[in-house]
């Protein structure tokens, strides 16, 4: 039986649909299959006080160990090469996605999901909880580039119109965040995605 126009247009009309939804279908899985890729950072830092010659660096730090969400409190001891001694922990309930500070109220600000942040004290006791982001949050870290083939990071600060570059030659990994330990920005907190350093500037 020989096919009609109409019939002919209709058959390839709809050959054209299955190859976009097929097309469609491939384009999405390889979207998520390339975001599901990326990991999600593990570990987050803030400094709570840089140390000068007479005080030592406090540092709030979020990371998994054994497989438990935690948050600790670190003073670097100037006095042992910078040794990491635990002041404060907590076990959380849920992976931490995003660390914080408040000057006005010396705390620690976490967001645990979507719409949970708590607010710890200096020494992790629960303050408060907010369903949206604080206002009042802010951030030790500092804006900076990164040098891929010389594995150099570049920080540019507002009030020093020289870079501070710091050399991570040692390191693969791609650094995610760095922070200020001292006053005199004469050492850094530099946090990779699952791991963390320091660095003289």
């Not at 635990?86 to 000057?103: A, D, F, N, R």
């Not at 949050?137 to 570059?165: C, H, V």
Request: aromatic share 6%.
């Amino acid at each position: 039986m020989k096919e009609s126009i109409r019939e002919k247009n209709l058959r390839l009309v709809l050959i054209g649909l299955c190859l976009l939804i097929v097309l469609g279908g491939f384009v999405y899985s390889s979207a998520s299959s390339e975001q599901a890729d990326v990991p999600e950072q593990s570990i987050h830092a803030e400094v709570l006080s840089a140390g000068n010659g007479e005080r030592n660096p406090v540092i709030a730090v979020a990371k998994m160990v054994q497989d438990q969400p935690v948050l600790i409190i670190y003073e670097l001891d100037r006095s042992n090469q910078y040794y990491f001694k635990v002041l404060h922990s907590v076990s959380l309930k849920k992976t931490v996605k995003k660390v914080g500070i408040t000057k006005e109220e010396n705390g620690i600000w976490v967001q645990l999901d979507n719409k949970q942040w708590v607010l710890f004290s200096d020494s992790l006791e629960v303050l408060q909880e907010e369903k949206e982001a604080p206002s009042r949050l802010i951030s030790s870290q500092q804006p900076f580039e990164y040098d891929e083939q010389d594995q150099m990071i570049g920080i540019s600060l507002r009030g020093n119109k020289d870079l501070i570059e710091l050399d991570l030659s040692d390191r693969k990994a791609e650094p995610v965040e760095v922070h200020p330990l001292s006053v005199d920005e004469s050492l850094w907190l530099v946090v990779f995605q699952e791991d963390l350093v320091l660095a003289q500037g």
